[in-house]
């Protein structure tokens, strides 16, 4: 090498280096700060479910993504500037949350897609996403998934790339081999290991099925197939690393023992005896009740779907003790949190499955007020995420729905939505009429 070639290859490595120092810098100077969208929604009446009450000609303030004053319209300001979202003769209730989705859901019968491969259902869930907020839901606790399939849908949502709603996932249901799941592990050491598996991909929440399914052509849904051992470590080591821990559940001495080890929640609960309900109670044990997949508006569902008819049988009887149970679980007092393990916005009894399972509560014995907490400020509570969502509070992130008549009276209210937010961005509006 030349020494001009030399020196000029150094002075050309000096200089990339200057600029690699110099760019961070010089993109910060170039760089203005985006001015946060101010919003206000005026002369709603707002449902104030941490307080079961309402707050009439009120106006909410969003900047951003959050909201920041809350109240009457005579004490809170509207900013100069903000864009104005007429709410007159309207309600504003929180957006639903519904805490048992499979967003990938591929249920066997007619309309089952075959050979779906792990690319295609991401994108099938991210469009799943999208008809869930302009479902009114804006918050899902996904209860198993495949192939990792749900991290990379809520990177996607929680980046801005896609509209979704925010997820919290359990990612693979853990099950001891031959149980109701995919991912199968044995012993304690098993579980273990299968429970750190997920957290490292990114669970938040831990799914074991500790009894069978209502679609299993084998065992009994009441059966307890887990050890005690292998239920004790599991739970264990979730709670070790930050996780809670749900189970799908049927069988009483399962549940009681899952109790006994601390376990968060239950899905579906058929079959709960009042010691169950009552020790939950005590615990502080949520119960995602799951209605409307044994209800008979689901039964128009699996017949269109092709179920079979042993199916349509089972689900007939499972049916009528399902809600007994529940209607012993909201006498007795259990925390409930809504979800309906079908897809938010499935067509279920003329409405939502998110609905129609919020209005089988009060046919259970809550009132509207209950039902639509069960779908708001209960399952905030359940996720740990009350700070930030589950009531029109200052501070929350401004998940919202705009409605035209009070679901806090008659929670069939929820059918109609005029306007979907989240996060301070309009997802979703009825009227074609744009004023934002
Ligand atoms: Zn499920």
Redesign the pocket.
Request: no cysteine; glycine share 16%; charged share 35%.
């Given at each position: 090498m030349s020494k001009l070639v030399k020196k000029l290859a150094r002075a050309a490595s000096v200089l990339a280096l200057v600029s690699m120092v110099a760019s961070p810098s010089a993109i910060k100077a170039q760089t203005a700060p985006t001015p946060v969208e101010v919003k206000a929604l005026v002369g709603g009446t707002v449902i104030d479910v941490l307080n079961g009450k309402n707050i009439s000609d009120a106006v909410v303030v969003i900047e951003g993504d959050r909201i920041t004053a809350v109240g009457p319209r005579s004490s809170v300001a509207i900013p100069q500037g903000a864009i104005i979202i007429p709410a007159e003769g309207k309600w504003i209730s929180p957006g639903l949350m519904n805490m048992?989705v499979?967003l990938g859901l591929n249920l066997p019968g007619a309309s089952y897609i075959y050979n779906e491969n792990p690319q295609a259902r991401i994108l099938r869930m991210t469009i799943n996403g999208r008809k869930t907020l302009e479902a009114g839901v804006t918050t899902v606790r996904l209860?198993?998934e495949e192939n990792g399939s749900d991290f990379v849908v809520k990177k996607a949502f929680d980046e801005g790339s896609f509209d979704g709603p925010r997820i919290a996932t359990v990612g693979q249901i853990i099950v001891p081999t031959g149980g109701h799941g995919t991912l199968e592990a044995d012993g304690p050491d098993g579980f273990a290991k299968a429970v750190r598996q997920q957290i490292k991909a990114g669970a938040t929440w831990i799914k074991f099925s500790i009894s069978g399914g209502i679609s299993d052509t084998h065992g009994s849904i009441a059966a307890a197939p887990m050890t005690d051992d292998e239920l004790r470590v599991g739970i264990e080591v979730a709670h070790r690393n930050g996780a809670k821990v749900t189970a799908h559940n049927g069988a009483p001495v399962a549940a009681l023992k899952a109790m006994e080890y601390g376990v968060d929640s239950f899905?579906h609960g058929y079959y709960f005896t009042d010691p169950v309900l009552k020790m939950m109670k005590q615990k502080g044990t949520w119960l995602i009740p799951t209605m409307v997949v044994s209800q008979p508006g689901a039964l128009e569902f699996y017949k269109r779907i092709g179920s079979p008819q042993w199916y349509l049988e089972r689900q007939k009887v499972v049916g009528a003790e399902h809600l007994a149970m529940l209607r012993d679980a909201v006498r007795i007092g259990v925390p409930i949190a809504l979800g309906t393990?079908q897809f938010p916005f499935e067509p279920n009894n003329g409405t939502t499955a998110t609905v129609s399972e919020a209005e089988t509560y009060v046919l259970a014995g809550m009132t509207p007020m209950q039902a639509l907490q069960a779908a708001t400020t209960m399952p905030a509570r359940m996720l740990g995420m009350e700070a930030d969502i589950g009531s029109i509070t200052a501070g929350k992130y401004a998940d919202i729905l705009i409605l035209p008549a009070d679901p806090s009276k008659d929670i069939s209210a929820l059918r109609t939505i005029d306007l979907v937010m989240k996060g301070g961005k309009t997802v979703y509006r009825r009227a074609p009429k744009a004023t934002n």
């Open positions: 048992h499979h209860t198993g899905e393990d």
